[in-house]
């Protein structure tokens, strides 16, 4: 199995006012290619910064200090803004969280479904429209040809998310990254984008970094997770062994901390803040060594 | 919700669009009575009949049959005045704004999207032409430029331009921060596409309403300029030669002004709702 995207010592911090604060901690992550690798914390774990550091999209204030993210041999920090820019969309896509306002509200469907086919496939128009009448009807939306007629707010959340991943998929990009893609639907779509998505992926062969708070999802379609707190991977491993043999003991408290229906509430347990501190505490550690690493 | 009705067209909707109605109906009166000037008119607009002049409007005892709304101090037709006035009106009304609308939107995205020193330096020049009264400015500018339709067209675009980028400016600003523009980076649109293609439409709805309200304003202004007497020649009939002309004798014909007059407040306010109900019909967003 080849790897499609490592990433290596990548450090990032977020700089405003004169004051920085660091976000990512010396990330290091491997995806191989074909696999669907979850990426699990909780809020300002980092998570979606690291996502956005692999697409380009980071906010102003954010400075990356230190490492690589090497996509398919070549370090992505190195490309020139052109050259990234070629890779997007085509090699790398996104699939954005909230269907709500990633579609643009006075485009019609069928217009931003072919911006990613004429930049990359170099398509015209009507052999894009074509292919995009395809797409709608590979993420199961019916009557493809009035939908992408249609505007973003005539359509449902479950059906602009399949939008957005028929334009994530439609360059057959080696890469997605889905930043908490189904955070935004309710459980029963949530289902049903979840399934489509690992039919997509499985017979397109992409991989998928996918990033969420939800244990149960990364249950549902991950090959291997990693999980991610205050900037640094803790563990990362294959589900089963990840749910079955935690070796860390924040997964083992995430885990415990997921609620399910197949045990009683008295099971769930918060995640101590003894140990939330004590993470925090290391973090700050690193940061120290940093810090004296380059002042010596 | 998921709309199953198809979408109702382009022509149903601006039907069932109130203001879009007026404004267009008040729109075409314009346009056919510059157009079909020549027929419309009774007489020669400059024709001189100083035998016929001050006549009242034709319901008044001393009225004349030929001259509906009565005649002017060279006995000229009021009605064919005010027709081929509508000319002026309407040139200095399109081409004005439009090319104030060009120019103030290019650098109204410009400021928004670039930001930083661009933004900066658009920004203080706005501040400080904005800070000039206008009508003040625009009779400075005819006056270096020289009278004439043509100096009256380049002051209205040189004053006016200020409104449309300001406005740009902060769409775009609100714009550019959104999740479609984010959305349009990943897919690996280049700045310039994502200005075009993705923040321009979106500001589409805006700049209509602000470009009727322009052509509104557009005409006003050439009305003030003929007023002080800086627009077209003086015996060239134009609204605000007319409302000049009038003005001198308003206690002894009142009537000279009505018409000319009427013709103002019924193109600007039916431009403003030309502008309010196109952006009912074209936004998306707004329609339901």
């Known amino acids: 199995m080849t790897t499609i995207l490592k990433i290596n010592q990548l450090s990032l911090c977020l700089r405003y006012a004169g004051i920085s604060e660091r976000i990512l901690r010396g990330i290091n992550l491997v995806i191989d290619s074909g696999e669907v690798h979850g990426l699990v914390g909780e809020s300002g774990a980092g998570k979606s910064m690291l996502g956005q550091a692999i697409l380009d999209i980071l906010p102003r204030t954010a400075v990356i200090e230190s490492g690589t993210i090497d996509f398919d041999g ?6 020139t803004p052109t050259q990234r820019r070629g890779l997007l969309g085509s090699e790398i896509a996104l699939i954005p969280q909230d269907p709500m306002t990633a579609l643009n509200p006075v485009r019609r469907i069928g217009q931003q479904l072919t911006d990613t086919l004429g930049l990359h496939l170099k398509l015209n128009r009507k052999d894009a429209l074509d292919r995009a009448c395809e797409l709608l009807e590979e993420v199961r939306i019916k009557h493809p040809r009035r939908a992408l007629r249609q505007y973003p707010h005539e359509l449902s959340g479950g059906m602009r998310q399949r939008v957005l991943i028929a334009i994530a998929f439609s360059c057959k990009p080696r890469l997605i990254v889905a930043d908490e893609s189904t955070t935004a639907l309710d459980v029963s779509v949530q289902r049903q984008v979840l399934r489509l998505i690992r039919e997509l992926q499985v017979s397109s062969g992409t991989s998928i970094l996918f990033i969420t708070h939800d244990l149960g999802v990364v249950a549902k379609i991950c090959d291997r997770v990693s999980i991610i707190h205050s900037g640094r991977i803790l563990e990362s491993g294959a589900v089963e062994r990840i749910f079955s043999m935690p070796e860390h003991e924040y997964t083992r408290a995430l885990l415990k901390a997921t609620p399910r229906y197949d045990r009683s509430k008295h099971q769930f347990r918060p995640i101590p803040k003894e140990l939330t501190s004590s993470l925090q505490s290391e973090a700050r550690e690193y940061d120290r060594r940093i810090r004296d690493s380059v002042d010596a | 919700m998921v709309n199953m009705r198809p979408d109702p067209s382009f022509v149903y909707r601006i039907c069932h669009e109130p203001r879009a109605v007026f404004g ?11 157009l079909a000037a020549p027929w419309l008119a009774p007489h020669d607009p400059l024709e001189q009949d100083l035998l016929y002049s001050f006549l009242p409007p034709t319901w008044y005892p001393q009225g004349e049959g030929g001259y509906l709304l009565g005649t002017d101090n060279l006995g000229r037709d009021i009605i064919s005045r005010t027709v081929y006035g509508t000319r002026i009106a309407l040139v200095v009304a399109v081409i004005a704004a439009s090319l104030a609308c060009l120019l103030g939107t290019v650098l109204g995205l410009c400021a928004g999207f670039f930001g930083g020193k661009v933004d900066l330096i658009i920004s203080r020049v706005v501040d400080i032409w904005m800070s000039f009264p206008a009508v003040l400015l625009s009779i400075v500018l005819v006056a270096v430029i020289g009278a004439g339709l043509h100096a009256v067209i380049i002051a209205i675009v040189i004053i006016d331009w200020t409104r449309f980028c300001r406005v740009v400016r902060a769409e775009t600003m609100v714009q550019k921060e959104l999740d479609y523009v984010a959305s349009g980076v990943t897919i690996g649109l280049s ?16 700049l209509i309403v602000l470009l009727s309200m322009e052509m509104g304003i557009a005409i006003v202004v050439e009305t003030i300029l003929s007023f002080v007497g800086l627009s077209v020649a003086a015996d060239t009939p134009s609204w605000g030669n007319l409302i000049q002309e009038g003005r001198q004798y308003i206690h002894q014909v009142p009537w000279l002004l009505g018409l000319p007059v009427f013709c103002l407040i019924f193109s600007v306010v039916g431009l403003n709702a030309l502008g309010d109900g196109l952006k009912q019909v074209i936004d998306p967003v707004s329609r339901r």
Request: positive net charge.
């Open chain 2, 24 to 34: 267009l109906f008040v729109l075409s009166v314009l346009t056919v009575t510059a």
């Open chain 1, 74 to 79: 070549q370090n992505l920090l190195r490309l």
């Open chain 2, 191 to 206: 700045r310039i596409q994502l200005l075009l293609n993705e923040i321009l439409p979106n500001l589409v709805p805006l």
